[in-house]
């Protein structure tokens, strides 16, 4: 069974670019979470989206959004990117239900410059 | 809010010698408790996880974790440590009910294997 899968690994952006990365979850998975990693802040969560909806969101502006697919692809999306932006964003799929755990991609490591 | 808190940043421990990293809650209720662990550029590999079945949980490679509600702990543990163990390990913590799937991280502990 194929993990969860991100693209790209990594990326440099200049400062005021946007940036959109790409998450695909385990087959069978409706679940899929984002979140931004960081030697500062450490693990902060991003946001959640089910079924093409965004269940839930993180402290981030709203430069920072995302979206999910009928296929429960997800992608996000940040605009006017900012130095402090630089991180590993990592994607996590889920099976929606009880205790499961959530497993993650290998995520994608943005540089702005 | 949930949180977990994880003691020592980092941790160095002889090959061969106890792991032991520890974490601990912060939640009305227990949550569902989870250790993961991180390789150097590599996404978070879950090690094992808590769901209120048993106090004491067996993972991967040879790590378990213990629940102890009195002390709102979830410390993980292996008994010998393999030069291979060396890696930044996190416990997180996610709500057992309601909509808020999301898990909260601690600030991770960075293991040092030394041989």
């Known amino acids: 069974k194929a993990g969860v899968t991100q693209t790209p690994r990594y990326l440099i952006k200049t400062r005021g670019q946007q940036v959109t990365l790409s998450c695909s979850p385990i087959?069978?998975?409706?679940?899929v979470s984002w979140y931004q990693q960081t030697p500062g802040q450490g693990l902060q969560f991003l946001f959640e989206?089910?079924?093409?909806?965004?269940?839930n969101k993180g402290n981030f502006p709203g430069r920072f959004s995302g979206r999910q697919f009928s296929n429960s692809r997800s992608e996000m999306n940040v605009s006017t990117l900012e130095l402090g932006d630089s991180a590993l964003y990592l994607c996590a799929s889920s099976i929606p239900a009880g205790n499961t755990e959530a497993f993650f991609g290998q995520g994608t490591r943005l540089t702005v410059v | 809010a949930q949180s977990v808190t994880q003691l020592g940043s980092h941790v160095s421990v002889s090959e061969g010698a106890l792991v032991l990293l520890r974490c601990n809650y912060s939640s009305s209720v227990p949550p569902y408790l989870f250790w993961y662990v991180q390789y150097p550029n590599q996404g978070l590999q879950l090690l094992l996880k808590?769901?209120?079945?048993?106090?004491l949980v067996k993972g991967i490679n040879g790590f378990e974790a213990e629940f102890k509600k009195s002390e709102t702990s979830f410390h993980l543990t292996k008994p010998s440590a393999h030069m291979s163990d060396a890696a930044e390990y996190f416990c997180a913590v996610r709500a057992t009910s309601g909509s808020a799937r999301q898990l909260t991280f601690g600030s991770g502990t960075q293991l040092t294997v030394l041989p």
């Open positions: 989206y089910f079924s093409e909806t965004q269940r």
């Open positions: 808590y769901t209120s079945a048993a106090t």
């Open positions: 087959s069978g998975h409706r679940s």
